[in-house]
């Protein structure tokens, strides 16, 4: 069976600070692959999806990357935190070329800027 | 392009009760639906989707939801509300390469 997991649990940085979390699913090959994030308040935010390696498409302007160096591992990527970009972060994977299939998510990151 | 509408940002019931959340989507197209259930300092997990067929999705937990192409929605109940129901309730479509996420819905059980 398909499992993803995303690490760490929880993270406390400070302002500045760079960022990585990472996401790995088992179980599929050529997943689509999904980083969102939730802040308080403000719903389910898209920040990228990826459906394949090197092929990963950016939703919003903001101050995170994502990587996909591997088929199944997907990178947030920060070089220097904002306050702003406190929040829970959820990585997700899908299988690709079926769009009724529904997406599978981690157990998420709660990220807290000092 | 796809929109997702949930009604009530929080919906109070007895434990007991009838839960009925709320959901319209817009599309032009036959859409792909799903309910998904998100417990604090979780993810998400999916309860039921809605691909083709049966227009009744049952899914876990005991919770089912009607798809009803003339209304464009996709309501989500259960006949009998547990405390362990307690949880934020997202609906969500499916859109040209991604979901499109309600803004979701917190469920209280009241004992």
């Known amino acids: 069976s398909q499992t993803i997991h995303q690490w760490p649990a929880t993270l406390v940085q400070p302002v500045g600070s760079p960022l990585s979390l990472e996401c790995t699913v088992e179980g599929t090959s050529n997943p689509n692959l999904y980083w969102y994030r939730q802040a308080a308040g403000r719903g389910l935010q898209l920040l990228f999806y990826?459906?394949?390696?090197?092929?990963i498409s950016s939703e919003v302007p903001q101050n995170l990357s994502a990587s996909r160096p591997q088929d199944r591992q997907f990178i947030l990527s920060s070089k220097k935190l904002l306050l702003s970009d406190s929040g829970f972060y959820l990585c997700a994977w899908s299988t690709s070329g079926r769009k009724n299939q529904p997406q599978h998510f981690g157990d998420g990151t709660r990220l807290s800027i000092l | 392009a796809q929109s997702v509408t949930q009604l009530g940002s929080h919906v109070s019931v007895s434990e007991g009760a009838l839960v009925l959340l709320r959901c319209n989507y817009s599309?032009?197209?036959?859409?792909?639906l799903f309910w998904y259930v998100q417990y604090p300092n979780q993810g998400l997990q999916l309860l039921l989707k809605y691909t083709t067929g049966a227009t009744l999705v049952k899914g876990i937990n005991g919770f089912e939801a009607e798809f009803k192409k003339s209304e464009t929605s996709f309501h989500l109940t259960k006949p009998s509300a547990h405390m362990s129901d307690a949880a934020e309730y997202l609906c969500?479509?499916?859109?040209?390469?991604?979901?499109?996420f309600g803004q979701g819905t917190r469920l209280t059980i009241n004992p």
């Open positions: 599309s032009s197209v036959p859409p792909y």
């Open positions: 969500a479509a499916q859109g040209a390469q991604k979901l499109v």
């Open positions: 990826s459906i394949g390696i090197d092929q």
